[in-house]
């Protein structure tokens, strides 16, 4: 059983950064994908970014590249989403994501397990 926690969400403006830790318990997370998704008001749940166990393999949606960093530190069982130059379009509710390898890293479908997600509101 894998529990994961994400949080550092919070209401920040437009250009703010925001850096938000997922913390895996319960079972290591060797040999699985974290990934991250977000859901938007009103809008479908989305895949943001997804990182490999290793880490030498990460994967952006096209709308985040560039501005946010996904990686990695397995000592601590944590996966992080760096998030600059945030913008509006970027408000949602941000799920941590894991399932073993070899999983298709943007269906959420694919995942076993979910964090109960952040919160993150950008304002303009």
């Known amino acids: 059983q894998v529990q994961l926690v994400e949080s550092g969400g919070g209401l920040v403006q437009a250009g703010a950064s925001l850096r938000l830790p997922c913390v895996a318990s319960?079972?290591?997370?060797?040999?699985?994908?974290m990934g991250w998704f977000r859901q938007a008001p009103g809008k479908e749940r989305e895949f943001v970014a997804a990182?490999?166990?290793?880490?030498?393999?990460?994967f952006y949606t096209n709308s985040v590249k560039g501005r946010f960093t996904i990686s990695k530190d397995n000592a601590k069982n944590t996966v992080y989403l760096q998030m600059n130059s945030l913008k509006p379009e970027d408000t949602a509710v941000y799920y941590c994501?894991?399932?073993?390898?070899?999983?298709?890293?943007?269906?959420?479908?694919?995942?076993?397990?979910w964090g109960q997600g952040t919160r993150v509101t950008v304002s303009s």
């Open positions: 994501a894991s399932g073993p390898q070899p999983i298709v890293a943007t269906r959420q479908y694919d995942y076993d397990y």
């Open positions: 319960g079972r290591t997370f060797s040999g699985y994908v």
């Open positions: 990182i490999s166990w290793s880490g030498s393999s990460t």
